[in-house]
């Protein structure tokens, strides 16, 4: 079971840092994802981890602004997001898969396990 925590409402150019746990468990062997959703949109790949190698893939949108990383522990996931911009509002969520294949990180079906979300709005 995966935990998004974090959110909050913040000003154009503040950070936020957002947390996925792994409830109960690792990510060890896993690749773990943040995607969003904005309103009346369809959910967004924003961010990717891969199991292997520690390959990091992100969206062009949030490229040098937002970093995720891996806790040494391996059961917390984080999204250092910077420089927000009010079109970063939306719903973020986690997810995790230990079989999602790498050309396939970009796609919401791909991932077995989703996180509950996390609301990070943006006001101009």
């Known amino acids: 079971q995966l935990q998004a925590s974090g959110g909050g409402l913040v000003q154009t150019g503040a950070s936020l840092r957002l947390s996925c746990a792994a409830s109960?468990?690792?990510?060890?062997?896993?690749?773990v994802g943040w995607f969003r959703q904005a309103p009346g949109k369809e959910r967004e790949f924003v961010v990717a981890?891969?199991?292997?190698?520690?390959?990091?893939v992100y969206a062009d949108s949030v490229k040098g602004r937002f970093t995720i990383s891996r806790d040494s522990s391996g059961n917390t996931v984080y999204l250092q997001m910077n420089s927000l911009k009010p079109e970063d509002t939306a719903v973020y969520y986690c997810?995790?898969?230990?079989?999602?294949?790498?050309?396939?990180?970009?796609?919401?079906?791909?991932?077995?396990?989703w996180g509950q979300g996390t609301q990070v709005t943006v006001s101009s």
């Open positions: 997810a995790a898969s230990s079989r999602i294949i790498y050309s396939s990180l970009g796609v919401a079906s791909s991932w077995s396990y």
């Open positions: 109960g468990g690792t990510f060890s062997g896993y690749s």
């Open positions: 981890l891969f199991r292997s190698g520690g390959t990091t």
